[in-house]
């Protein structure tokens, strides 16, 4: 009888927990725009053209960093992330000008590519068995949310105490200890340089000329938009929006008080929920046909984002929206990374992953600086929530024609 493969390796325990720390704290810079705004005299689109900047920059950088990984080598590329994602955040906090802050937010956005999902998820994959690679995928992915859990509460309660350049230093260093993990993240080895290098651009030549590719990347986009929105402008938008949180209430009872903590508790329990929802997507993903997987979320997505929006804001519609929006959160990333990989191999997951991903980052600059600029505009979110809707049931349709078929079993086109 054959033994199984452990499911807890090294090297999930590791990318997740780097995992973990980057995305704890970047699910937190929507706690900064009302500190920086009263502090500085930001029009809200000024700040959210900085997050928007970083999203982009995240990813312009995924690509980059899966191909700085299969050529030089996981770790070089994920220190080459944390130091970069260091050195944004600390210079962030001496920062005054808009336009300081963009640029900055370049150099955050590439530490989030060197220590996001693009890079973790490559080796994750390689180093899982066959039979546990879609459920690994989900572990991993859903460590992402671990750090939506701690990240804002934390960031919030720090705000509370002290300047947000104070914040800003600290999250600095946070990143910094992720290199203590990186002796844990040993995959299996890759080809040669010289194989790597003769046969990378023949395969992402055969990707980007396959109709699947191209669907996978126009249908990643929703996803970026509505998450980019979301973790910039929900606490604020919560903060103004929903109604008082009145005494005896059983929020009020467990400590939240306030909308500003309402809205903080609102990500984190996006995070919980999305634990959940993020495992069970990638156990599934080894079960359904992945593209099935994206129709269902993409459109439970758009279902809950009209219903939320048509309805009164109240607390209790902002927690129920929070666990179902949560449950699906993260969810589309390892069905989508899975797919990519199953189609093109795992040996250029990193690298063809982060091309999709760069269409997820697209809709994320989109959803966060559309935000802030139709708020200025019109005082409401209202436009960039429908427009959401709109581009998530776009989504959910155009996974159904994907030809989910290892591409080297395909036949050639005529």
Not at 303 to 330: C, D, E, K, N
Request: glycine share 12%; aromatic share 10%; with cysteine.
């Amino acid at each position: 009888m054959t033994k199984s493969a452990p499911l807890l390796t090294p090297v999930l325990i590791g990318g997740s927990i780097i995992i973990l720390i980057s995305f704890a704290i970047r699910s937190s810079f929507g706690l900064f725009q009302i500190p920086i705004a009263d502090d500085l005299g930001w029009l809200r689109a000024e700040f959210s053209l900085a997050i928007a900047i970083q999203n982009l920059a995240w990813g312009i950088g995924q690509p980059i960093f899966g191909a700085i990984a299969e050529k030089y080598g996981d770790r070089k590329a994920i220190i080459l992330g944390i130091v970069l994602y260091a050195v944004g955040l600390a210079l962030s906090a001496v920062a005054i000008t808009p336009g300081q802050h963009n640029l900055l937010e370049v150099l955050v956005g590439f530490g989030v590519a060197g220590t996001g999902f693009g890079v973790i998820l490559a080796i994750v994959g390689r180093a899982s068995s066959d039979e546990n690679r879609s459920l690994s995928l989900g572990i991993a992915t859903a460590a992402g949310s671990g750090g939506q859990i701690v990240g804002p509460p934390a960031v919030a309660a720090l705000l509370a105490v002290m300047s947000w350049q104070s914040v800003f230093l600290i999250m600095a260093g946070v990143i910094l200890a992720a290199l203590l993990f990186l002796p844990l993240l040993r995959a299996p080895a890759r080809a040669t340089k010289a194989d790597l290098e003769e046969s990378l651009s023949e395969i992402i030549g055969k990707a980007l000329r396959d109709p699947s590719f191209t669907l996978i990347f126009v249908g990643f986009f929703s996803c970026g938009y509505q998450l980019g929105f979301i973790t910039a402008h929900f606490p604020a938008f919560v903060t103004e929006v929903c109604g008082p949180i009145s005494p005896g209430t059983i929020l009020h009872d467990i400590g939240i008080t306030t909308t500003s903590a309402l809205g903080a508790w609102a990500m984190a329990l996006i995070g919980v929920a999305n634990i959940a929802g993020t495992i069970y997507a990638g156990w599934l993903g080894a079960r359904v046909p992945k593209k099935y997987i994206l129709v269902a979320l993409y459109s439970i997505r758009t279902l809950i984002a009209a219903i939320f929006i048509l309805l009164p804001m109240t607390p209790l519609t902002v927690i129920v929206f929070s666990i179902v929006m949560g449950s699906t959160w993260l969810a589309t990333v390892p069905v989508t990374a899975g797919l990519v990989g199953y189609i093109y191999g795992l040996r250029y997951m990193g690298t063809l992953y982060g091309i999709v991903f760069f269409s997820h980052q697209l809709g994320s600059f989109l959803g966060v600086w559309l935000g802030g600029w139709m708020y200025d505009l019109y005082g409401s979110y209202d436009a960039v929530w429908w427009i959401g809707v709109g581009v998530g049931a776009f989504s959910a349709i155009v996974h159904l024609p994907v030809r989910e078929q290892p591409l080297a079993t395909q036949p050639a086109a005529a």
